[in-house]
């Protein structure tokens, strides 16, 4: 039988032939998985998931969020201030240049006091400071310190320019000085040493109201007297409580005795503490311009001797399609007082607003409703 021999020499298949063959069908195997791979992708219309990271974001924390807001809305500016603080009225005198006031303290201590100056003339700081300075009106313990050479200009954490002055004299210590102004008004701050920690914060949240912001009024009543002529309208928390009866509740003398044409009672929230029978009362009252006085005349000639100016303590405006003149700072009276004053066809009128026993707060309220009220005022005859 023929057997089969094995040889044991090489074939035609050399190594580098092998690793050849190999690298082929890794290459084939390749694109055979891409292919399909890239078909079910389309197929589905999915994209390969790609991890993300989110990041971490902190929320800021406004930490006078529960802090309590003081306004003064006559005056026209507001801050916020720690609910552990007290705000006071220190001061509201009528004809004096430094018109307010506002002292927050902590347990009777001041931490900060805001005094405001009326600048109806729009004044640099050093004329305003030399023309108080030099008023014959001024207390002579007023000391305005509105301006110094030395002060810096500075932009407070809200946004607004100040004065800044680091040492500013005031008892028992050095205090330091903020000077803020705008439009018609100054308000000088003053921080004792032990309010400095509040007061960059309390600073941060002061700001200027915008008093040019009008009032609907669409939905207030309206009250005509066909005697004397004029309408006007009042808002719900204001009622008619009388009406042509008695003297004028002002009586200026330069004109005969004038009628209390109405009486308007606005709402009171509450006495101040220790109080009884508070009222805030609006009043409108005409007179017979008999001696044909101009309005200027008989505004100069009837609060000359309680030191008031014509060019610093009124401002003009208009009423009823006639020039008027409004208080800005208060009128005499044995509390508060404020008002306007127009002449129309030989009737001098009073619209004035009185309050007995009611918070400083309710004072500022009832001056700017009495604004309000007058922008709605007209002449019927």
């Not at 109201?209 to 009250?223: A, G, H, P, R």
């Not at 009622?239 to 042509?244: A, F, G, I, P, S």
């Not at 000639?301 to 303590?313: E, H």
Request: charged content about 20%; glycine content about 6%; hydrophobic content about 35%.
């Amino acid at each position: 039988m023929r057997k089969l021999k094995f040889s044991t020499r090489q074939s035609g298949f050399s190594p580098i032939i092998l690793l050849v063959a190999v690298a082929a069908l890794a290459g084939i195997g390749y694109g055979v998985y891409y292919a399909l791979h890239h078909n079910f992708l389309m197929w589905n219309n999915t994209s390969p998931v790609v991890p993300t990271i989110t990041p971490q974001v902190t929320q800021a924390v406004d930490e006078t969020a529960n802090w309590k807001m003081y306004t003064s809305t006559e005056y026209g500016y507001s801050f916020k201030y720690p609910s552990d603080l007290e705000v006071l009225n220190l001061k509201e005198v009528d004809n004096d240049p430094m018109l307010n006031v506002i002292e927050v303290s902590y347990n009777k201590t001041p931490v900060m006091t805001f005094s405001y100056f009326a600048n109806p003339d729009n004044l640099s700081l050093q004329e305003l400071d030399k023309k108080i300075t030099t008023s014959p009106s001024s207390n002579s313990y007023l000391v305005p310190d509105l301006y110094s050479q030395n002060d810096e200009d500075v932009i407070l954490d809200n946004g607004l320019s100040a004065r800044y002055r680091a040492r500013y004299i005031c008892k028992p210590a050095l205090c330091q000085r903020y000077i803020i102004s705008s439009s018609g008004k100054v308000v000088a701050v003053t921080v004792f040493p032990n309010g400095t920690d509040d007061a960059r914060t309390i600073l941060s949240t002061f700001k200027f109201l915008d008093q040019k912001q009008t009032v609907d009024t669409s939905n207030w009543k309206t009250y005509t007297n066909t005697k004397y002529g004029f309408s006007l309208k009042y808002p719900n928390n204001v009622t008619v409580t009388k009406e042509n009866s008695g003297p004028a509740a002002r009586g200026i003398t330069s004109v005969s005795t004038g009628i209390d044409a109405v009486t308007l009672t606005i709402d009171t929230k509450s006495c101040e503490q220790g109080r009884t029978g508070c009222m805030r009362l609006i009043h409108v009252g005409v007179s017979d311009d008999t001696d044909k006085l101009t309005l200027d005349q008989i505004v100069e000639k009837d609060f000359s001797s309680s030191n008031f100016v014509l060019t610093r303590d009124f401002q003009k405006m208009i009423i009823g399609g006639e020039s008027a003149l409004i208080s800005i700072n208060g009128l005499p009276a044995l509390e508060y007082s404020a008002g306007a004053f127009v002449v129309h066809n030989n009737k001098f009128y009073e619209i004035t607003v009185d309050t007995y026993g009611v918070t400083s707060s309710q004072n500022d309220e009832s001056f700017n409703l009495l604004k309000q009220i007058i922008t709605t005022f007209k002449f019927t005859q």
